[in-house]
């Protein structure tokens, strides 16, 4: 708690925290020692089938194991390796272990890893990630690297022939978080996404709100006619998840479903036995 001007007291946002905490805090300097005493690790989150909670795969979640200040999330720790440039090893740090981790799982199983928009800018990223599969012996195809709109702003052909060579390895790139953007149409005209993301903000309020409801149908009508499949992120509640399937939606991820665990869980599938269809 802080105390005001006026005398009073409030309590701190999240972001004042995190500001209040990590203000004498060289977060950089700190990573890069982090990155070589092993202390980044992923958390896996399970995706399902809409249909019948089927597993499909888990997206890979960055953590940060810090011995004195506790699990440090990306949310602090990624903007801070983009601008210092370290994002580039730690961004080929976190898909040898999730290409490590998945080559074990069963096969079919599939494994998502966020990529940077300064990992995707770099001319030698698909190179990068070409040695990471034969260096794991990832079957391709098992590989979802998954950027965000903002990620292709303003680097657009550069961007394209970075598409090209990466699909070319024969893995798969969806779209995060989309429709949290203003670019969404012209992104996807031209860059040939193979799944697409709906961000959490419309999913969590689609019990409460009609126009939410309607711009997620539109997100699904937009993945059927470009046939790809579409995936709902920030399942929290049954309700969701009645509505997702209502509207066609192909995959579903959430806490519904799981948690993001460093240890790969099953999924939770009471959520079908409740559907009652
Ligand atoms: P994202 O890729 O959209 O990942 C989904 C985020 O939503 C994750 O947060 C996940 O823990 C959280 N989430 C999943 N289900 C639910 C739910 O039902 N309710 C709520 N409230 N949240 C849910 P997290 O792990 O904090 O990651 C935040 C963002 O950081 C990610 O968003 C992604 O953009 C970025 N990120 C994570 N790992 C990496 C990484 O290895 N590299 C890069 N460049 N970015 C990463
Ligand atoms: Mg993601
Ligand atoms: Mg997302
Ligand atoms: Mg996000």
């Keep these: 708690e ?34 070589e005493a092993g202390e980044l690790f992923l958390v896996y989150q399970p995706v399902v089938a809409a ?9 890979a979640l960055l953590r940060w194991a810090h011995p004195a200040r506790g699990i440090i999330g990306p949310h602090i720790l990624v903007p801070v390796a983009e601008e210092s440039g370290l994002i580039v090893e730690v961004g080929a740090h976190v898909l040898r272990l999730a290409c490590a981790a998945a080559r074990d799982w069963p096969g079919g199983l599939r494994v998502a890893v966020n990529v940077s928009p300064v990992q995707l800018a770099r001319p030698d990223f698909p190179k990068t990630v070409a040695a990471i599969l034969a260096e794991t012996g990832l079957a391709p195809e098992r590989l979802e ?22 699909k070319a390895l024969g893995l798969a790139i969806a779209l995060d978080d989309f429709g949290a953007g203003w670019s969404s149409l012209a992104t996807l005209r031209h860059f040939p996404f193979d799944r697409l993301k709906v961000d959490r903000g419309f999913v969590s309020r689609i019990e409460l709100d009609p126009r939410s409801v ?10 059927a006619s470009l046939g ?37 869980q099953p999924p939770e599938t009471d959520a079908w036995a409740e559907l009652g269809d």
């Excluded at 709109?149 to 090209?164: D, S, Y």
């Excluded at 509640?237 to 790969?264: F, H, K, M, V, W």
Aim: with cysteine; net charge negative.
């Design 51 to 59: 249909g019948d909670g089927a597993l499909r795969g888990y997206e």
């Design 145 to 166: 690297l998954e950027v965000t709109e903002t990620a292709i702003l303003g680097h657009t052909e550069q961007m394209v022939r970075a598409f090209e060579a990466l």
């Design 2 to 35: 802080k105390r005001m001007g006026g005398g009073g007291i409030r309590r701190l946002s999240l972001r004042e925290v995190e500001e209040a905490s990590t203000a004498d805090w060289d977060i950089a300097a700190d990573l890069h020692r982090a990155l």
């Design 214 to 223: 309607a711009i997620v149908r539109a997100v699904l009508g937009l993945g």
């Design 228 to 264: 790809v499949p579409v995936t709902a992120e920030g399942v929290e509640t049954l309700g969701q998840l009645r509505i997702l399937r209502r509207l066609g939606c192909n995959e579903i991820q959430g806490y519904l479903i799981g948690r993001p665990a460093p240890d790969p």
